[in-house]
């Protein structure tokens, strides 16, 4: 399906900023610095990045809850977006159910909830107290809540941690199959490699600035996504070629300076023989 | 019949007990213990400030807590935790008090009696303002019931919603303001920073969801009230005190019968 949406150049994006800069709070430290970026409907794009590269500061800013140094961002109008942060502390004093967080801030039905709740892999935890979960289980209720009021764009800020290995393959599972049922965009923030590169229409690797981006099998080639991957990434295209067999020889447009050239699936197994 | 101070006296304490549930219930779920002291403490300054250019002490006190509110919630907004920014404000505030009201000497014999009040010597007058007081409040929670749940239970979540945390915040710490200095020259601040308190404390534990926290408190809270002037009168205990203490005592039942 990923070629499938190629080309759809002319179609207007949910979220587009550009030139975005953010600085850390206080000062004049950048934290992102000249990033463009946009997501169009029904598009998969994941970010990748080491620890306190931005990811979630890029997140945060594209939602309007962080202040811009410079650039802008531009939400579709009535855009309806899901939205699962990294971190979410809770405080134990607030007495919640699982049921009546649902229906925070806007209420839902009960078969909506109880819909929601099964979707996610956790059917029956209704009366469960929030604090009273496991974290996986908590992660699934989140991701319930954001599926709610038929988003047009899922935003998951590292929505697998936690989870179980059988779990992350079938969170993956469900975000494909959210995708094809609802037609909703999603923007990840994720940590696993292996599953970012067969999951996602697009991958932008960030490191203060964005790094690369493009397709999968353009990423993983890039020399700037194995600089920041390092041995780690080795792997990636591998797997990723054992799992895919639709036609290659993409072409890899060059992004901010990082050189442009193009591959051919042979030519990309070649490089990867010679680094290995 | 309201001539009468007992029922003058219950009518007030149910007006205040009506409010300081849901009230309450927000002072436990975001750790604001101290603000009834701080706006109480704050008020000694409303009291100085009211005498010192002749106005009507309800708007002296009133404008102090409002303005330390709007203190509050700047402060927190700035990165500053609750509890701490309202320790150090109730310090201060009780510090700048005493310090303003030495210099109106009229002020210091009411001082006592103000900080302490008397639930027995309610007024007319002070019942309609705590009752009207009180319904506007309840009527703002209300109105802004879902959102400010929503804020409390996190800020992201809520703001990815649309809501403005900061706002909700300050929303919230006017109302408490509003209730707290109205009910000081009433009740006293002892019987009004225990009712928005104690209540909401005893009824965590026993209930699932923030409404039905909310509900229990307030029961709780009109208990307490009913309870604790019966023995005052039974006794002959000073009123305001023996509502606190009566409010005391079912915190003690609900942790006996507290779910773990
Ligand atoms: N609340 C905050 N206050 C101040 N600085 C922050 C805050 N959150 C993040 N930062 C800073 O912003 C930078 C980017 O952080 P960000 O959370 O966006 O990283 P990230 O890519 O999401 O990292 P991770 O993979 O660990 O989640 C970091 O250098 C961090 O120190
Ligand atoms: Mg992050």
Redesign the pocket.
Do not use: A, F
């Given at each position: 399906m990923r070629g499938l949406r190629k080309g759809r150049c002319c179609v207007t994006p949910l979220i587009k900023a550009s030139n975005l800069s953010?600085h850390?709070?206080g000062t004049t430290e950048a934290?992102?610095k000249q990033v463009d970026f946009s997501i169009r409907p029904g598009e998969i794009v994941t970010v990748v990045?080491?620890?306190?590269?931005?990811?979630?500061?890029?997140?945060?800013a594209l939602l309007g809850h962080m202040p811009l140094a410079s650039g802008g961002v531009a939400r579709k109008a009535g855009l309806r977006i899901g939205y699962v942060p990294?971190k979410l502390q809770l405080d134990s004093a607030i007495p919640m159910t699982v049921r009546r967080f649902l229906s925070l801030p806007r209420r839902v039905s009960d078969s909506v909830a109880r819909t929601a709740l099964e979707t996610t892999g956790v059917p029956g935890i209704e009366q469960r107290q929030l604090t009273r979960l496991s974290g996986g289980q908590f992660q699934r209720v989140l991701l319930a809540r954001a599926l709610l009021h038929e988003p047009d764009l899922l935003v998951l800020?590292?929505p697998t941690q936690g989870l179980d290995q059988p779990g992350i393959v079938a969170f993956y599972q469900l975000i494909e199959d959210v995708r094809q049922k609802t037609g909703a965009a999603i923007l990840l923030?994720s940590?696993d490699l292996l599953v970012v590169m067969r999951a996602s229409d697009r991958v932008i690797c960030?490191n203060g600035h964005i790094c690369c981006e493009g397709t999968p099998e353009d990423v993983s080639v890039d020399p700037a996504y194995h600089a920041l991957f390092g041995s780690g990434a080795r792997g990636t295209l591998a797997l990723y070629h054992h799992h895919h067999d639709h036609d290659h020889g993409a072409v890899c447009e060059p992004k901010l300076g990082q050189g442009g050239f193009s591959v051919s699936a042979n030519d990309t197994h070649v490089t990867e023989q010679t680094r290995a | 019949m309201l001539d009468d101070f007992l029922i003058r006296a219950l009518l007030a304490g149910l007006g205040l007990a009506l409010v300081t549930g849901p009230l309450g219930s927000f002072v436990v779920w975001r750790r604001m213990a101290y603000f009834g002291d701080s706006t109480a403490h704050a008020s000694i300054l409303g009291v100085a400030i009211s005498l010192a250019f002749h106005m009507s002490i309800y708007l002296g006190t009133l404008s102090v807590a409002i303005a330390m509110a709007v203190l509050v919630t700047v402060l927190t907004n700035r990165g500053q935790a609750m509890d701490t920014v309202l320790g150090v404000l109730a310090h201060s505030a009780l510090a700048f008090g005493l310090v303003a009201i030495s210099f109106v000497p009229s002020a210091r014999s009411d001082l006592s009696a103000f900080l302490f009040g008397d639930i027995l010597a309610v007024q007319r007058f002070d019942l309609a303002l705590i009752w009207a007081g009180a319904l506007c409040v309840l009527a703002l929670l209300c109105w802004r019931w879902q959102r400010m749940v929503t804020a409390t239970v996190n800020e992201e979540l809520a703001m990815a919603a649309g809501i403005d945390p900061r706002l909700e915040r300050l929303i919230l710490s006017l109302a408490l303001a509003v209730v707290v200095a109205l009910a000081i020259r009433v009740v006293g601040s002892l019987l009004i920073s225990a009712l928005l308190i104690v209540p909401a404390a005893a009824a965590r534990g026993r209930v699932s969801t923030p409404e039905k926290m909310a509900l229990l408190a307030t029961g709780i809270a009109v208990i307490s009230v009913a309870s604790g002037l019966w023995a005052s009168l039974q006794f002959d205990s000073p009123t305001g005190p023996s509502i606190v203490s009566a409010s005391a005592v079912y915190f003690a039942i609900a942790q006996i019968f507290r779910r773990v």
């Open positions: 953010i850390r709070s934290v992102l990045g080491p620890n306190g590269s931005g990811k979630s500061s890029l997140i945060r990294q800020d590292e923030v940590h960030l | -």
